[in-house]
């Protein structure tokens, strides 16, 4: 039994999906009985509103049907209840609900049964006001000074405060500044009414101020009428509290001095009746309620706060005395006299959880049996131990914790991309310069073998390529379901996408006994696109600035059954070269050479070699297998074409510094735009009248600059995303020839396009330059490493956008070193430790200094020219990490 948990007296559970509030609770002996006891008021926004007397028969006991003295449908959401001298010509206390639009004030009684079913209670309804404004709450008190009963002040959502004295109407008042209403208390030693408003102030108006101020209904009128209608509504005193209220509370236990309490977001105030500041505790959670009550120490006051880590704390001014659990998050709190037990807690949450309890422990009786003492058998400890361990050193051999199952088949997707064109295509918008684009219908199949819910289709491809319709939804309520949806894929921008592959994503949920929501799932499937949908056949170029050459193991295959949609006639020429035209503009020539084992891809622009050598080695592989030939294989012996490569890179950066200059240009053009208006606004609101010194035109020029910086911005962002189109299909091509240089693996080229593509697109927070020199100088650090030194240098943790792109390219041009010298790309655990690799020239660190970087960028060119005749020598110390390289 923890120390530090609310002790259960007394608990229930109201309704059924009711829910409360702060003011939805009140302690008071409503019935007004001879003994004195307090009764629980609850009322709820769902309209209910019961009367509780707990009487368990132990502690911890739940509800009884007679602790439910009264249960009453008011069929209108209850804001709050008090219980006061509502009523004239007595001190009765009666009840006061109020409603959104109507006030309600009733007398509770009860009658003395004369069987057994007990005592009967009755609620009268003594008087209502019915509310032309709607309420948000309520606080009450003798307003004015008035002796032996309670006037009612109502504050509206619009800032109204309506003065209810008793059964008639007194006046109403607009809060100067309104915006959104706060917490409402009323002060009887000051005579004032306390708030939070919007600007997070504590303010205070005298009640005097308030009857005599402008009436509300009067707003309406015009200036002069306003003027001469009654006292402007002055604040009596201000005090900014940075934060919202959630709560105020007025404590007075002494004639002497009042304490006004604020409840904020993260702190806590107590405040003095002049509004300076008597404390405050800043909060390390979030709290949900509060209330402060009398002390037995002279001079402090304890307060009880609630927060929605279900703990009740007490303060002691500023000290915490004591902290416990609650099983709920509390609204609201108060303390009362219940049964003859005094300083009784009682906490009701949003939910309707009510509960009284109290502070400290039970004794409890229970003793601990005695343990039977045996003799522990050290053979079967050390057998059990041999067992355990073997199955723990079983799991960590496995590939997971989990134990492997066979996949269950729940939705089988399937996608079918159609041969021909479509008869009308379906391209719409497009900024493409030829006449007609042609577009491809795409049909997805979906096919489920069990009930499935939330079923969600959703189609990828790469820009500038576009879908018609690249979402879906689907109900799968029964087993064995077939569906099918057809979108068409067409070029809507005149430049080349960096990938043909599409992408169709299923996300579904799975419901199960245990779970009846469903557990969420998801299933992809991947598609190609022709290459015929942004490429045309076109005239062959004898020239070009860019050429690139694949070496193969087997003769060369004729282009003409390679690639025979893109046939523009049936020459013999045509069987060894062949002329790509795409949409864009660019065109790509293909030469197979007749005599050696070779095919030259050949353009004027870099990067859209890429699709064609791509495409090139595709349709060769699948050729052979028709085949029946396996040992085919592609290899590429070139010089690496690094700076064709940096150029692309280059051009990106400097659009992205282009667009971060132009940014900064429009924030400062903003910047003046405002000051400007905020200038012209104070001229034209000035009595006198004065010259506007040639503001007007400062302000049409300013705009004008806006919009053009606005135009640069948007044209800047569009080329950026253009070239990083560009700067992806180049990097697609050097990791491709990287791959068939140095004949690398499935796993290792996966590794390279995670380093080298890890975003879908950049932006200027996060761009291409500064996260794939971070991969790289990872890869560098960790598999690709030489030297302990190395793996200790440590890698910013930030990334920041570089200032310019030599480290960028120093390192793609190190790791095709590494590469090129027996470094093997890892991710394994392993990977981290320092390799023991056979490499020309010697095992050196990554260079520092500035003459190792000279000689690594004189020594570049040098470094790809012919790698078939690699010749791993012996390591000598001080040499070039660049040597040993030759043909």
Not at 143 to 172: P, T
Not at 380 to 392: A, F
Not at 521 to 531: A, H, M, S, T, Y
Not at 676 to 694: E, N, S
Request: proline share 4%.
């Amino acid at each position: 039994m923890s120390l530090f948990k609310a002790r259960d007296w007394w608990s229930t559970i109201l309704g059924e999906k009711e829910e409360f509030d702060q003011g939805c609770l009140c302690l008071a002996n409503v019935d007004n009985s001879g003994n004195g006891q307090d009764k629980i008021i609850v009322g709820s926004f769902m309209g209910y509103l019961r009367i509780f007397s707990p009487h368990p028969t132990k502690t911890g006991d739940g509800a009884q049907a007679e602790d439910l003295l009264l249960e009453v449908d008011l069929r209108d959401p209850v804001l709050q209840v008090e219980v006061g001298k509502f009523v004239s010509g007595t001190e009765m206390l009666h009840l006061a609900v109020l409603h959104s639009r109507k006030l309600c004030v009733y007398s509770v009684s009860g009658t003395l049964g004369n069987v057994e079913h007990g005592n009967q209670y009755q609620m009268k309804l003594i008087y209502e006001h019915n509310l032309q404004r709607t309420a948000c709450n309520m606080t009450y008190g003798s307003f004015g000074g008035v002796k032996g009963r309670d006037l009612i002040c109502i504050q509206s959502i619009d800032g109204m405060l309506m003065v209810f004295e008793q059964e008639s109407y007194a006046f109403g008042r607009f809060l100067p500044g309104f915006l959104l209403p706060g917490p409402l208390a009323y002060s009887s030693r000051t005579d004032s009414f306390i708030t939070v408003s919007s600007c997070r102030q504590v303010e205070s108006y005298k009640y005097q101020v308030l009857a005599f101020a402008t009436d509300a209904d009067k707003r309406q009128e015009t200036e002069q009428q306003k003027l001469g209608s009654g006292k402007r509504l002055v604040v009596d005193w201000t005090l900014n509290i940075g934060e919202q209220a959630l709560d105020i509370c007025i404590v007075s236990f002494n004639q002497s001095a009042s304490s006004v309490f604020v409840l904020g977001e993260r702190n806590f105030f107590c405040l003095k009746d002049n509004g300076q500041i008597r404390f405050m505790k800043k909060l390390d959670w979030s709290p949900s309620c509060f209330l402060p009550y009398c002390s037995v120490s002279e001079g402090t006051i304890n307060t009880l706060i609630g927060n929605h880590n279900n703990m009740l704390h007490i303060f002691q001014d500023v000290t915490l005395k004591w902290a416990t659990q609650l099983p709920h998050i509390p609204v609201a709190v108060r303390v009362g006299c219940l049964h003859d037990l005094k300083g009784v807690i009682v906490t009701l949450s949003d939910d309707g959880h009510l509960q009284c309890s109290y502070l400290g422990t039970d004794p409890s009786l229970f003793q601990a049996p005695n343990v039977e003492s045996r003799e522990l058998n050290y053979d079967e400890l050390d057998v059990e131990m041999k067992e355990l361990q073997k199955i723990i050193k079983d799991v960590n051999k496995s590939q997971g914790v989990w134990p492997m199952t066979e996949r269950e088949d729940d939705l089988n997707v399937s996608v079918v991309v159609s041969s021909n064109f479509d008869s009308v295509s379906q391209a719409t918008d497009v900024e493409v310069g030829t006449d007609l684009v042609p577009s491809v219908t795409v049909k997805v199949t979906l096919q489920n073998t069990v009930v499935l819910q939330k079923v969600k289709l959703s189609v990828c491809v790469q820009p500038p390529l576009e879908l018609t319709c690249d979402q879906f939804t689907f109900e799968f309520m029964t087993p064995d379901l077939t569906k099918t949806v057809s979108f068409s894929v067409y070029l809507k921008r005149s430049y080349t996408p960096s990938e043909l592959e599409g992408n169709a994503v299923v996300s579904y949920s799975r419901p199960t006994d245990r779970n009846p929501d469903g557990i969420p799932r998801v299933i992809q499937c991947k598609f190609r696109l022709p290459l015929k949908l942004i490429c045309l056949p076109g005239q062959p170029s004898k020239t070009a600035s860019h050429k690139i050459t694949i070496d193969t193991n087997k003769s060369p295959v004729s282009l003409l059954s390679l690639f025979p949609g893109f046939a523009s006639q049936s020459d013999d020429d045509q069987v060894n070269v062949m002329g790509f035209h795409f949409l864009g503009g660019s065109r790509v020539t293909l030469l197979a050479s007749k005599t050696s084992q070779r095919y030259r891809i050949q353009s004027e622009q870099f990067e859209d070699l890429w699709l064609i050598t791509s495409e090139l080695i595709l349709r060769l592989q699948e050729y052979f297998e028709k085949q029946g030939v396996k040992d085919f294989a592609c290899s590429f012996s070139g010089s690496m074409p690094l700076q064709e490569y940096f150029e692309l890179i280059d051009d990106h950066f400097e659009l992205r510094i282009n667009g971060e200059k132009l940014e900064e240009l429009l924030s400062e053009r903003a910047v003046q735009f405002r000051a400007i208006q905020r200038r012209l606004l104070t001229r034209f609101k000035d009595k006198t009248p004065a010259p506007l010194q040639h503001l007007d035109t400062l302000l049409d020029g300013t705009y004008k600059q806006v919009i053009a910086l606005a135009d640069a911005v948007e044209e800047n962002q569009g080329s950026l995303f253009q070239s990083f189109t560009r700067l992806k299909s180049a990097t697609h091509l050097v990791i491709l020839l990287i791959g068939l240089w140095q004949k690398l693996s499935a796993d290792q080229i996966a590794i390279l396009e995670a380093a080298f593509l890890p975003l879908q697109e950049d932006t200027q927070e996060l761009g291409w330059e500064e996260t794939v020199d971070a991969a790289i100088s990872h890869l560098l650090k960790t598999c690709l490493s030489k030297s302990s030194k190395e793996q200790a240098l440590n890698l910013n943790s930030q990334l920041n956008i570089p200032k310019d792109t030599s480290q960028l390219k120093k390192h793609i041009t190190l790791l095709c070193d590494r590469l090129a010298k027996g470094g093997r790309l890892c991710l394994s655990t392993d990977a981290a430790a320092p390799q023991t690799m056979v490499m020309p020239g010697g095992c050196t660190t990554i260079p520092e200094s500035d003459l190792e970087e000279r000689s690594v960028e004189q020594d570049s060119t040098e470094l790809f020219t012919n790698h078939r005749h690699l010749t791993a020598e012996t390591s000598r110390p001080e040499v070039s990490p660049l040597q040993g390289v030759s043909e």
